[in-house]
């Protein structure tokens, strides 16, 4: 009898849409794989996700959720207590990796150096800027860039607004030239590095989910010491996180200094990363030989819960 996933999949956070794409992606492959699958979309009700899940008694849940309450810990810590094994990162590193001002707490203790920037309240910010612009606005527990605005000099204050729905506290950063890397983590070794370019200037959510809304250079062309050092802080952060099974971590790469060194700067760990065949992950994946079908099989195989 084949062994049963179940793929939790759309949510209700503001990545819903991409969480559908990914789950529907990750169930094709594990058909094809050879598993028995099921979908649950995933809606803001306990009950209906509980029900769902009594019902397929799943092997291992594949969570396709990005976002909040599925990407934080919430989803994590319920299947904890069913003690369904799932993929990608426990409870505690989930709400970690999702929480901006607790990464960098971590990043730094661990010696991976982040862009300088601190928690502000809103009124703070309404009163004047924070640092000298450019600097970046964060919403402190959102994904995909979600909220995420770029102040330059010239530019309004995007949280006098009535649009800003992000809550009182925000995470204020300088903003650091230079180019967009990320790199897929996989178990204990880094897959690889890709550098993502976008006409947009900046690697916002319409870059990342809109048809030719960026470009994907695989592998990074970085200097080979440049890229080594990318690989290796993406491991540790996911390390110092106490991530499992695949992360992404997003880095800039700013080689402008007059000393021409490069500085890397690290901006999060995403602990669920898109997963449709195309997705980042999956591509540095295949660079380093591994389908999506094998790529997939391998996160089921090593699911985890900490019931």
């Not at 590193?93 to 150096?113: C, E, L, N, V, Y």
């Not at 612009?133 to 009535?162: A, C, M």
């Not at 880094?190 to 989910?209: M, Q, W």
């Amino acid at each position: 009898m084949s062994k049963r996933v179940v793929v939790l999949m759309g949510g209700f956070s503001a990545e819903r849409e991409v969480s559908l794409n990914s789950g529907a992606a990750v169930a094709a492959a594990l058909e094809k794989a050879g598993y028995a699958v099921a979908t649950i979309d995933v809606r803001r009700d306990l009950r209906t996700l509980v029900g769902g899940l009594e019902a397929t008694r799943p092997w291992v849940v594949f969570n396709a959720l990005h976002g909040r309450f599925g990407e934080d810990g919430s989803v994590q810590g319920l299947l904890d207590i069913m003690r369904i094994p799932y993929t990608h990162s426990g409870l505690l590193a989930s709400a970690m990796a999702m929480d901006k001002a607790m990464a960098r707490r971590i990043f730094t203790q661990a010696g991976i150096p982040v862009a300088e920037g601190r928690v502000v309240d809103r009124a703070e910010l309404l009163a004047g800027d924070p640092m000298p612009r450019p600097y970046v606005l964060k919403p402190l527990n959102e994904g995909s860039s979600v909220g995420v605005h770029i102040v330059r000099d010239g530019d309004d204050n995007p949280v006098t607004g009535g649009d800003w729905t992000f809550g009182d506290k925000l995470l204020v950063e300088e903003f650091v030239p230079g180019r967009e890397i990320t790199v897929a983590v996989m178990g204990d070794r880094a897959l690889g590095a890709t550098e993502i370019t976008s006409d947009r200037g900046f690697y916002d959510y319409t870059a990342k989910y809109m048809a030719g809304g960026s470009r994907h250079l695989v592998p990074a062309p970085l200097p080979p010491a440049a890229y080594e050092q990318a690989l290796d802080l993406a491991l540790k952060a996911h390390q110092a996180l106490g991530c499992r099974g695949v992360s992404r971590a997003d880095l800039r790469y700013d080689e402008s200094r007059p000393e021409g060194i490069g500085r890397f700067a690290m901006l999060e760990v995403n602990t669920q990363p898109g997963m449709t065949a195309t997705s980042l992950v999956p591509e540095l994946a295949a660079h380093a030989g591994i389908g999506f079908p094998e790529l997939v099989t391998w996160m089921v195989e090593n699911a985890k819960c900490d019931a």
